[in-house]
């Protein structure tokens, strides 16, 4: 994976912690579970995936109902799999269950039901009929650590205070940008910087706690 790649990710995480938190509905309690068919386990099956993780992935998407098919990765992106963030939202709620503990080179045949895919409403523009099953095949290729992963803040956190000062992650974003080595206005750089201070620094102390920046319950710094 490429740093910019990488960066990108690193941004769009610090972004969902507001979509995370504000935008989303409660669930109805709900008993319908998803189930999963193991196809292939490689022989060395680690790491596991775990919520936070970043997956890479192809997956194509099935009617449980006629059996078509309304989603491949495979035809999307130039044919790249996909990455994301896992356990946080970025796919349907049913895919985030279905692709934790699961290992690189693994292979999954899932079925979700409508309550943690696309409910009652269903999806027009994804071709998806209101209460639809829907089945999953699935293939994972690479589990890394996700962009808020507690490596990921030691690293940022330089003076190891358990909080993240403006600074610190300048420096942080400074260093990215150098990595990925493409030329950007110093403006960008500000307004990147004040943007992930807007929606993260919840409490408006200047510094991004452990706990604003953590959104994922596992990670206990
Ligand atoms: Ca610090
Ligand atoms: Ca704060």
Request: one cysteine or more; glycine letters at 8%.
């Amino acid at each position: 994976m490429t740093f910019g790649v990488k960066l990108v990710f690193f941004l769009q995480a610090f972004c969902l912690l507001t979509i995370h938190t504000h935008g989303q509905k409660k669930e109805d309690a709900t008993a319908e579970e998803v189930k999963i068919e193991v196809l292939h386990v490689p022989k060395e099956c680690k790491p596991k995936s775990k919520k936070g993780d970043l997956l890479n992935a192809h997956y194509d998407g099935y009617l449980a109902s006629d059996g078509s098919k309304f989603y491949c990765s495979r035809t999307q992106n130039k044919g790249h799999p996909k990455w994301f963030v896992l356990g946080v939202g970025q796919v349907i709620k049913g895919l985030d269950i279905a692709m934790t503990d699961m290992c690189p080179g693994e292979k999954r045949k899932v079925t979700i039901p409508p309550s943690l895919a696309y409910g009652k409403q269903g999806y027009a523009q994804g071709k998806i009929p209101p209460n639809a099953t829907l089945i999953f095949e699935i293939e994972l290729y690479a589990v890394n650590k996700g962009p808020r992963s507690v490596e990921a803040f030691t690293q940022i956190d330089m003076d190891s205070d358990k909080k993240l000062s403006r600074d610190e992650i300048s420096h942080y974003l400074k260093e990215e940008f150098e990595r990925d080595g493409k030329k950007r206005d110093a403006s960008v750089h500000d307004s990147i910087l004040a943007d992930i201070f807007k929606k993260n620094d919840h409490d408006g102390d200047g510094f991004i706690s452990s706990r604003e920046y953590n959104v994922y319950q596992h990670d206990e710094l």
